[in-house]
């Protein structure tokens, strides 16, 4: 069975700083990769995808992710974060099985948290 | 407006009681799911539905059941709640996206979550 690693359990960032978060995953087919963001009392969101085509994808507020196929990453980035950022950060995948397989593996989550 | 609903948001109760939790969608999505989740740790899917009348288990052994009777409604049942059962319970559902082939894709859109608490 697939599996998806987050490396960070909680990052802490000050305003202005860069950020990147990894994820790998083990799948040795075709995948879509997706990051969800869950802010404080709120439901999980979607905060960016990728399919297919060009492994940079770019999301909301500003965020993007790299899908480098050879080493099974798909890292979240996003060049100067804000306090509105602090949030639990959820990588997940879908392995593209041609019959349909609809279901997402999720890593165990960052808790980023941002210093004004 | 196109959302997804849970009830209750919070609900805590002794063991050995049976309940329910709600979820329903108004996306027009034909794929539901429950998933558990605990504090730091991943979501894990426990059932899944890709049409009424259609239900199956995820990879989380579960003891709830669920139903889908309609297209809308995905609800999840523990006949006898124990402290076991403690854990947030977010519900999900998805649309097929893309041009179909290798470019099509999941993306799945959740409710707020229940968390519930057996005494």
């Known amino acids: 069975a697939q599996s998806v690693s987050q490396h960070n359990h909680h990052v802490i960032l000050s305003e202005a700083a860069s950020l990147e978060l990894g994820c790998n995953y083990s799948y040795g087919g075709t995948v879509n990769l997706f990051w969800y963001v869950q802010y404080p009392g709120q439901h999980l969101q979607l905060l960016l995808k990728?399919?297919?085509?060009?492994?940079l994808v770019k999301g909301i507020k500003g965020f993007e992710a790299e899908f480098i196929k050879s080493k099974f990453s798909f890292n979240l980035r996003k060049p100067s974060v804000q306090w509105s950022d602090t949030a639990e950060y959820f990588c997940a995948v879908n392995p593209y099985s041609g019959a349909g397989s609809y279901q997402l593996t999720f890593g165990k989550g960052t808790k980023l948290s941002v210093i004004p | 407006e196109a959302d997804i609903y849970q009830t209750p948001r919070y609900l805590v109760i002794g063991t050995g009681k049976k309940i329910t939790l709600e979820c329903s969608q108004t996306m027009g999505h034909d794929k539901m799911y429950w998933y558990q989740q605990d504090p730091g740790m991943e979501l894990h899917l426990i059932h899944y539905s890709y049409g009424v009348n259609s239900t199956e288990k995820g990879d989380l052994s579960s003891e709830s059941t669920v139903s889908r009777i309609r297209t809308e409604h995905f609800p999840l049942t523990l006949e006898s709640a124990r402290p076991s059962h403690t854990s947030q319970y977010l519900c999900?559902?998805?649309?097929?996206?893309?041009?179909?082939?290798?470019?099509?894709?999941?993306?799945?859109?959740f409710g707020p979550g229940t968390r519930l608490t057996v005494l």
């Open positions: 999900a559902s998805s649309r097929r996206g893309g041009q179909g082939g290798q470019s099509s894709y999941n993306e799945q859109f």
């Open positions: 990728y399919f297919s085509g060009d492994p």
